[in-house]
């Protein structure tokens, strides 16, 4: 293997420890990945994204790591409860402020969905906004995909908003990437057990 692979799976292996320890990630201005993989955009309204989005979680297998700002739809919810109940570990990060009100049984309901069905949802209350629209798909493969854009999970972004998503596939790495934010993000969360939630 070439030094400079090694080097990067030495790099790796050490953010993983320091993640695994709770240690925090140093700041570093950006992260590049060679480019490989296929990418898939949609724009909204004019494109399907929420039939793409749907999609995109039918065809996890293993893992779904969720972040979201503002999350209401039902079709997307209904899609996250079944890979659940067929075996796929999911998980959603959803902002707080954005979450926190709705009722259970109301339009817009989408969190109570999920937390109904079982599905482990956490509110980050860290930050003015956690205004994150990312679906990792199965990062450690294959299959790996992960899903980002403007989108918020809503009925607004599929009919009314100008959007876009870009999905990225079979660039594993990236996606472990995405993980690995996400689960920085989880550790500093709250779970959420009903709603509506209070701090």
């Known amino acids: 293997m070439p030094e400079r692979r090694v080097a990067g799976w030495r790099v790796l292996a050490l953010v993983a420890l320091m993640l695994a ?25 004019r494109d399907d994204a ?30 996250m409860v079944a890979a659940h109940r067929r075996g796929v570990r999911v998980a ?18 989408a969190v109570g969905r999920l937390l109904a069905a079982g599905v482990p949802v956490a509110f980050e209350t860290a930050y003015n906004a ?30 009314r908003n100008a959007e876009n998503i870009l999905i990225v596939r079979g660039q594993c790495e990236l996606a472990r990437a995405y993980r690995d934010n996400w689960r920085w ?10 709603l509506p939630w209070k701090p």
């Open 130 to 159: 956690a205004h994150n629209k990312v679906l990792i798909v199965d990062a450690d493969g294959p299959g790996c995909a992960v899903l980002t854009g403007s989108y918020n999970f809503t009925w607004s972004a599929r009919n």
């Open 185 to 194: 993000h989880r550790k500093a969360a709250t779970a959420v057990t009903a």
């Open 21 to 45: 320890a709770g240690v925090a990630l140093p700041v570093q201005a950006s992260q590049r990945f060679a480019a490989r993989g296929e990418i898939e955009l949609a724009f909204s309204p």
């Open 50 to 79: 929420e039939k793409v989005l749907i999609e995109l979680i039918r065809g996890a297998r293993r893992s779904l790591e969720v972040h979201a700002y503002v999350f209401t739809s039902r079709n997307i919810a209904d899609a």
């Open 92 to 109: 959603v990060l959803a902002d707080a402020q954005m979450n926190r009100r709705a009722k259970p049984g109301a339009k817009g309901d």
